[in-house]
């Protein structure tokens, strides 16, 4: 995740914490009131990491772009299942039946917003 108020890259902590490069801040850390729900480049990166190894990486582009559609043109009712339990056991968490649903699995973006609120809510 590109910081756009300076040339480094922020480090988030888990929970409330934000290491920015002192460019605006006098303290590297900011704490934040509530918890973060930052989509970081390593939970798409795994989302997509997993989409190639239920799908097949002969199916999906490569690089997959973060907007590839997925429900409707490469996910069957299978790989979706297979997907589900692919994710939960890279990221160590357990989806609902609640939030499964079809925008999530629209493209490698909504997946990994789901799966960062996974993260967020353990």
Known sequence: MQALFCHSEPKIEVGVHVNVSPCFFPSHYYTFPFPLLYMTDSVL?????????????GLLPDPIPDDFPLAGNVLDSMAIATLIVGLEEHFGI???DDDLTVE???DPVSLASLVTAKIASR
């Open 94 to 96: 357990v989806f609902n």
């Open 104 to 106: 999530a699995f629209s």
């Open 45 to 57: 990166d795994g989302v997509k990491s997993v989409l190639k190894d239920v799908i097949g990486a």
